[in-house]
């Protein structure tokens, strides 16, 4: 092992719910991993830290992989393009070269998630054996010395197989996923049967599209029948505003779904209205409302510690008392309720709201789905789609009791999950809801579809399209 790493009182107290835990298995071999990048391999955060990028990639993410983990693995993938439309909206997101060190989630986002799938897209784009030939490269010319982003693609290239190098501008690949802020935004625009008069026939065609400025994008699609039956697949490369799959035969092609990039192998822009409810999502609108009790007894006095929380996360929420709030300020606006039943006379509002076979918040008890939860030391963390506001999301922490609360500032490391149980403060059970929208996937009946207006083109926070 060519080099050490010390783990520092700081870091290894750097353990949470949101899956990374120094200590555990994936924590380690990340820092073990460092032993290579980052500690024999130096980098100048000057010229761009692509050390967390390539760390996280082949131990946090690669392992999966390498280890047969597959329905992790595409979690994995699915979760950094989430994290990253979260975390690092258009309004706050920059470059990857310009990533020097993570202080904050945006940085996160940036040089981990975005930075691992960069490797990632390399390495498809490339094939495995110079994907980790030109690894090998990097480590024997600059072990024991700096190396950066040309580096890697200097490798890469050195090693790409002749029909990449004739077809793929490395160069301009780097130069995109370095310098761009973004990450791309595609989606199934259109699918669906045509006849041609003429001839008699029938075309099949799925176009597929993508926001400006453009990504050069290789996506795989899929085409199944309704018994998940595969009809056809295939990958496409997109350069452009458009790429599309036809098929011409004499008869219509049967109701089928049309999936791209199912695998989620491709980083992308999640719109809002295709995100999985979650209280991250809540937390990171600047829009939200956070509506804490009035009343002056036990639950009210441990609900309101977690305004304390959100004030020291930084985050500029607007924070009121469940007696200012009115039923109009729901109006694109995200909102978080501290408190249920009828601890919270916001929730009495809003309760209206949210479908009673999704959930209810009672004075001693809660439910999801048909469930009842009703022991004492239970509570409920819980983000709903805003019945109202397209892209804006509705979160309640309740417990049936003052005791179920002991643990409420631990909440916040379950950020990504649509319902979390706790017991006794400990995660019991969690959940996600399916998304609004999936702009990756239609099915098509023997009708034409026509996604125009089906898809939200805003993505998250600003006007950029
Ligand atoms: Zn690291």
Redesign the pocket.
Known sequence: MPGYTLLGDRVIKMSGGDGYDVTGPSGIA??MM?NWW?NFVFFDADKGNW??AI??YLTNYYWLEASGQEEEALKWRKHASVKYSINAPPDRAYPLIEFRGKQNEVDGAVGYEKGAMFFHYLRKLIGDDAFFAGLRQVIREHGGDFATWDDFRDAFKAHAPEQVQQTVNLDEVFQHWLTRPDAPDFWIESAGNELNRQTGDWTFAARFRQAQPYWALKLAFSLEDEDGKLLAEGLLQMNDRESSFSVTGPKPYPTCIVELDPEWHMFRQVPLSAQEPCLNLVMNDPTTIVVYPSAKDAMSDELTKLVEVIEASGRELTIISDTEFKLEMLADHSLFILGGGSANSAWEQVRELVPMETFTANPRSFTIGRKVYDAKGMSVLATFTHPRSRGKFISIYHGNSVEALARARYIFFYGWDSFVVFQGGRLMEREMLPPLTNPWRREVKSARFDASDARETTPLRSGQS
Do not use: I, L, V
């Open positions: 990340h820092e460092h980052g050390c967390e760390t996280t």
